[in-house]
């Protein structure tokens, strides 16, 4: 068993698969986009709202998936 599992930060594989099943398929929690951990709507992390941190990312995707 993962050591993490034994603290509050984390779930085991089950619940996790349950909350991300009812997620995609049960009515929805949030609106579309939300950030929704374990049943809950929540604010993701800032960095997540970095618009020049987006830039680089799809930046980054384009190069490494160009043919």
């Known amino acids: 068993m ?3 599992t034994l603290t509050p930060l984390s779930v085991n594989a089950r619940t996790a698969g349950a909350h991300l099943a009812r997620v995609a ?4 929690v949030g609106p579309s986009g ?3 951990n374990l049943g809950r709507v929540e604010r993701s992390s800032d960095a997540s709202y970095d ?3 987006e830039r680089e990312l799809w930046a ?3 190069a490494l998936t160009a043919p």
Do not use: I, K
């Open 2 to 4: 993962p050591v993490l």
């Open 51 to 53: 618009h020049g941190r």
């Open 60 to 62: 980054a995707a384009g």
């Open 34 to 36: 939300a950030y929704v």
């Open 25 to 28: 398929t049960g009515p929805a």
